[in-house]
């Protein structure tokens, strides 16, 4: 059977009651306290202390402190008045009996409403980030869809304007070759009047020179054939194919044995990465670097995007998920968001990669147990959260400002302000 706390103290004003009831060893993990606005209970074992309240309280409002082996209580009254006596006087062990239940019945009511309110919050909430996230979602599909776009028409206008170029080059070679082409035809016609002209003075000569023998007559065919002009050449095009190429310069300004080695590289980090993601196919080379990925929502956070930081850092850990700075990262906005449950496996998975413990990994090894430890705290767990932070001392004892947070998380520990 529990023992009956008698030796309380009490004291009133017009608007507030304060209660001290002493016990000894009271902790908050340990100490039950129930109050509704016409019933006080504090069940601490083996001790008990109880009182039907004369006047109605407002006991949402209402505050228990607790520590120095006691708790003293601030009742604000619903009315304002002075009371004559703390407890309802004549109170039977049936009209105790109907109070209690009657207390418990509204306590459930209570948590009842609290709960359906929470989870009514939880779900406008989860609501409005799906629809958050989906136009983000549409505007970066668009944003994309616009560059594509203007890509595809600056290539096209660009090669327009090639074949134009291309074109008028060759309306150029052809007129010059026409024109090239007809002055050599003149020059042919003119040689070959000359040759005319020159064949008939030769023959009337050779007429008046019968007398002349066979060799002479061989000298001067001889001549005519030293004198005869050949044909013009046919025109004709010629194609010329360079030697295909994966790097834009030249082949003579190119250090080949660098160019291989790094093309090699290349080829095996694309084989390390998850190409069959289907996200992948509309973006660009760098686009698929988990670096690129990570600054890009290293960006996107100090914007406070940060539903679109999460959405960079998810497809960096689905590229390459060994590095801890996306985990890193990633719980951070968690944290804005208030997703303190995914911050905590984050956090966690961070300082798993974090491994083994060296002084180049000590920042974010602290980094990780200070996000880790507010999400606990946020969560009211606050025994986790000091044993994070008391972790991160380790790394770094002379931080001052996490040396202040573990000292209000030990003040809250120890004496936590409990609503009634």
């Known amino acids: 059977m529990p023992l009956q706390v008698s030796d309380y103290t009490w004291q009133q004003t017009k608007t507030s009651v304060f209660i001290s009831v002493p016990l000894r060893g009271v902790s908050v993990r340990d100490a039950d306290v129930f109050c509704t606005e016409n019933y006080l209970k504090v069940n601490f074992p083996p001790f008990l202390f109880e009182v039907f309240l004369c006047a109605p309280i407002d006991d949402e409002n209402s505050k ?24 309802l006087p004549g109170v039977d062990k049936e009209m105790m009996q109907r109070i209690r239940e009657k207390s418990i019945l509204q306590a459930q009511e209570r948590a009842k409403e609290a709960t359906e309110a929470k989870a009514a919050a939880r779900r406008e909430d989860q609501k409005y980030a799906l629809n958050v996230m989906m ?23 660009e090669l327009e304007a090639w074949k134009e170029c291309q074109r008028k080059a060759e309306e150029q070679k052809r007129i010059h070759r026409e024109e090239k082409f007809c002055e050599q035809e003149k020059q042919i016609e003119e040689e070959r009047k000359k040759f005319k002209h020159k064949s008939h003075t030769r023959i009337s000569a050779s007429r008046n020179l019968a007398t002349k023998g066979r060799n002479s007559e061989n000298i001067f065919l001889e001549k005519l054939k030293e004198n005869s002009i050949p044909a013009p050449r046919s025109v004709g095009s010629i194609k010329i194919n360079f030697t295909p190429r994966v790097f834009p310069t030249a082949l003579r300004e190119s250090q080949v044995a660098e160019e291989e080695e790094w093309l090699h590289k290349q080829a095996e980090a694309r084989r390390a990465l998850n190409t069959d993601i289907p996200e ?9 670097n988990p670096e690129w990925l990570k600054d890009k929502g290293n960006k996107l956070f100090a914007t406070e995007n ?24 990633r719980a951070a906005c968690h944290l804005k968001l208030k ?17 083994p413990p060296v002084a180049d990994n000590a920042n974010g090894r602290m980094k990780a147990h200070i996000r880790r430890g507010t999400a606990f705290c946020q969560l009211e767990l606050y025994v986790e959260g000091l044993q994070d932070y008391e972790a991160a001392l380790k790394i770094d004892p002379s931080n001052e400002i996490v040396q202040n ?9 120890q004496g936590t302000e409990l609503k009634s």
Do not use: C
């Open 280 to 288: 992948l196919s509309d973006l660009k080379e760098e686009e698929k």
């Open 64 to 87: 228990a402190k607790i520590g120095n082996d006691t708790i003293i209580f601030t009742l604000y009254k619903k009315e304002v008045a002075m009371w004559e006596t703390l407890s």
């Open 135 to 157: 136009q983000i979602e549409e505007e970066e599909r668009k944003k994309i869809e616009d560059m594509k776009e203007n890509e595809r028409m600056k290539a096209t206008k």
């Open 339 to 355: 997703n303190l449950h995914k911050a905590i496996e984050d956090s966690s998975k961070a300082l798993e990669l974090l491994t």
């Open 306 to 329: 940060y539903l679109a930081a999460i959405n960079a850092y998810n497809l960096a850990i689905r590229l390459n998920n060994k590095i801890p700075l996306l985990y890193l990262n």
């Open 405 to 413: 947070d573990a000292e209000k998380i030990r003040n809250i520990i």
